[in-house]
């Protein structure tokens, strides 16, 4: 058995209901019953993980897309990072996820070539951005 599919093995006995997306290069896969899950509620492809094992995805760019169908769904789910074994539910993870895209922005501002004027919609499209992730948590 492969190492993936023992983390989500030793998941799915502490928690049935919840649905582990795995984070894998650039797309989140769902594995086994979870797979099975996700393809019947979204018509998602299964494919083979390997000569046992199904597993189904998405990219990681349509990532609120999911989010939203998850949660009209009432799925429970939550996303493992393999690379520090890190667990997050979805709504963690998409408030990291748009904190790292701020500060991403934050960092690539030109601040040489700004006006006066579009430093000021910058700091209001700042302030807008911080207040719609100071109002998920």
Do not use: W
């Not at 939203?68 to 799925?75: E, K, T």
């Not at 667990?87 to 934050?106: A, M, N, P, V």
């Not at 501002?109 to 209001?124: G, P």
């Amino acid at each position: 058995m492969s190492k993936l599919y023992n983390t989500y093995l030793a998941l799915k006995k502490q928690d049935s209901q919840t649905i582990y997306l795995f984070k894998s290069g650039i797309f989140f896969i769902a594995i086994d019953d979870d797979a099975r899950t996700l393809s019947n509620a979204f018509d998602f492809k299964l494919s083979n993980l390997n000569n046992d094992i199904l597993k189904c995805g998405f990219p990681c760019s349509s990532f609120y897309k999911y989010h939203s169908l998850f949660q009209s769904h009432n799925f429970t789910v939550r996303i493992i990072e393999p690379d520090s074994n890190t667990l997050y539910g979805i709504s963690e993870y998409k408030q990291r996820k748009d904190i790292t895209e701020l500060l991403d922005f934050i960092n690539s501002i030109d601040i040489d070539n700004l006006s006066v004027s579009k430093a000021y919609q910058l700091i209001e499209d700042l302030k807008n951005k911080v207040s719609e992730i100071n109002n998920m948590v």
